[in-house]
């Protein structure tokens, strides 16, 4: 006798219309596994390209495993830089832990950037086997929507690739203070410029529509987290208040406003909680007046919210305890938290994994299930949109191929020379004819062989080429040693050793601007200065021999003094007296 085959399951059709696969899913889920969808926990794998089955708990509380079966997690951001291989292979023996629950729902992964040169566990990784692009605030200092398009659309492409199907970014604060740390991964501090740009970003990540071929973008950080007061950043408690002394709070809405209006599928708001506003001194993640009233209610954000990292525990970074991100709300309880932020309009917690709390809240009658319900269905219908019931594995050899390909990485390294900032060329040294006898600092010899004779002193040499990095503050905390704040200024005895070298030869500087570096006098002495936001030694070369067109323009002011940044309003854009270098500086060569 020949068995029945069992009747395919309503959500499991693709032939039916999303709304009816997505409530007939849903009805079939219970709390448990509704509470698992609320969290987008991260994960790390191991070098092989096999999950982590083992964790002594230090970073992640749970095994892989774990998460998916027991937990009924199935969103995660993946940590650190691995094969493009790997990466494709360990997705696919995620999707199949996935595919054996009860229900068989698959994973959305997720990342921070990974395409140009910033490696902060925090914020973004360094590219990696993925090709190198600027910094954003390279794209921004190009300002060309196109070339935006192209890139976020090489970045869709290389994420589907290894099964990335939610970029946790673009980040469109405005770069307003010049002291945050978070300045790298903006599109500068012009408000009209970043618009379009998020413009561009969305539709090359998302295409016409979010569908089958689309990495979902999460914009962040809503409703702009440029205005920290001192520059501090809100992951850390001495960083928790946004304030507006300039009046300024719509102006950084208008990137929002502009993504929102590209059709992006998601949104996060940041951790910063608003001070001397008429908004609740909640953090925003909490925020009813923001979320709600703000996102949801006058700009129409039908998409998902999902919160910033660790809002609700406390958690150990690097073996150190950090607090939960709960600012203002530091007395309640875990479970008083996740309610208030699901009563703001919050669907997902990022970096959490207690689905636990979420079951008690409703069994405890605080959360009706039917609240539930609705940010459950929002990441229900992306995952069905996105086709992931259909296509949850990739192709390893296809990933191998596809990640870092020669073209990609041809449109990075042009995209890293155009971005590059002619901000001095007094004399007329660039670009540098014939090959001089070069001394170099931060700069690869091998590479620098290419252009000139290498000599080993100042003295010997007819040029020198000293790269630099905007200076910081170290932070004791490891964590927040990655996230570089404070003073923009050299300190002595470095800035003395600096300028003595500029004083004994001829030296082209290129500072890479993760922020707004405070370099007066470097500005005066040095021969040529050249800004990067991310960019390979053979691209400045290229740009300073004449064998690449530098296009880049500043995409903040360069302050004149540490006393002019403290004095600034760190809403307002631009707001320093008397810049070295203001908005829009650069010289054509």
């Not at 032939?15 to 596994?33: G, Y």
């Not at 994960?43 to 027991?70: A, K, Q, R, Y």
């Amino acid at each position: 006798m020949n068995s029945v085959p069992a009747a395919v399951p309503p959500y499991k059709d693709p032939a039916l219309p999303v709304e009816e696969r997505v409530a007939d899913l849903l009805s079939r889920m219970t709390l448990e596994e509704k509470a698992g969808q609320l969290f987008h926990a991260m994960l790390m794998m191991n070098p092989d390209g096999t999950p982590v089955t083992e964790t002594d708990g230090s970073m992640l509380p749970f095994t892989t495993p774990e998460l998916i079966g027991d937990r009924f997690l199935s969103h995660f951001n993946l940590l650190g830089t691995y094969g493009a291989r790997e990466m494709a292979q360990w997705q696919n023996a995620v999707q199949e832990m996935a595919a054996a629950t009860r229900l068989g729902i698959p994973v959305t992964l997720s990342t921070d950037p990974r395409h140009a040169f910033t490696d902060n566990v925090g914020a973004s990784f360094d590219a990696g086997a993925f090709s190198a692009w600027p910094e954003a605030l390279g794209l921004a200092a190009i300002g060309d929507p196109e070339l935006v398009f192209r890139f976020a659309d090489t970045v869709r492409r290389e994420y589907l690739a290894v099964g990335f199907r939610v970029a946790l970014h673009p980040q469109i604060d405005l770069a307003t203070e010049p002291r945050w740390a978070r300045q790298s991964g903006t599109f500068g501090s012009d408000a009209r410029l970043t618009a379009e740009l998020v413009r561009a970003y969305v539709r090359g990540l998302q295409g016409p529509e979010l569908g089958p071929e689309s990495v979902s973008a999460m914009v962040k950080h809503f409703p702009g987290g440029g205005p920290q007061k001192d520059g501090e950043d809100p992951h850390f408690a001495h960083g928790k208040e946004q304030v507006y002394p300039g009046g300024m709070r719509e102006h950084h809405l208008e990137p929002f406003r502009a993504a929102v209006e590209a059709g992006c599928a998601q949104m996060m708001p940041y951790y910063g909680q608003p001070v001397g506003t008429d908004w609740e001194e909640v953090g925003f993640g909490f925020n009813k007046d923001v979320v709600t009233g703000l996102l949801r209610e006058e700009l129409g954000f039908g998409g998902i919210v999902c919160t910033d990292w660790g809002l609700l525990n406390d958690a150990v970074v690097f073996g150190q305890v950090h607090p939960a991100r709960a600012w203002g709300l530091e007395h309640l309880t875990v479970a008083e938290r996740a309610a208030r932020a699901l009563d703001a309009g919050a669907d997902q917690f990022g970096g959490e994994q207690c689905p636990e709390v979420i079951v008690e809240l409703v069994r405890s009658g605080r959360v009706p299930e039917s609240r539930i319900d609705v940010s459950v269905a929002r990441l229900l219908r992306e995952k069905f949109v996105l086709g992931l019931f259909e296509n949850p594995y990739v192709d390893p050899d296809a990933a191998a191929e596809t990640v870092g390909r020669a073209d990609f990485a041809a449109l990075g390294a042009a995209a890293q020379r155009r971005s590059l900032t002619v901000l001095t060329n007094p004399g007329g040294l660039l670009p540098v004819r014939g090959r001089p006898r070069l001394y170099v600092e931060g700069v690869d010899g091998a590479v620098a062989a290419g252009y000139g004779e290498v000599v080993a002193e100042p003295g010997s040499a007819e040029l020198a080429v000293l790269r630099l990095r905007t200076p910081y503050e170290p932070r004791e905390n490891v964590f927040e040693s990655f996230f570089h704040s404070g003073s923009l200024a050299f300190a002595e005895p470095e800035l003395s050793r600096i300028l003595a070298l500029l004083d004994a030869v001829p030296t082209l500087v290129c500072i890479n601007l993760e922020r707004a570096a405070v370099i007066p006098e470097i500005a005066e002495r040095a021969a040529a200065l050249v800004a990067d936001y991310g960019a390979e030694d053979a691209a400045l070369l290229d740009v300073a021999f004449g064998r690449a067109v530098p296009e880049g323009r500043l995409p903040f002011e360069l302050p004149r003094s540490m006393a002019a940044v403290e004095a600034s309003r760190p809403d307002v854009p631009n707001d320093t007296v008397d810049p070295v270098f203001p908005y829009g500086h650069g010289l054509a060569l």
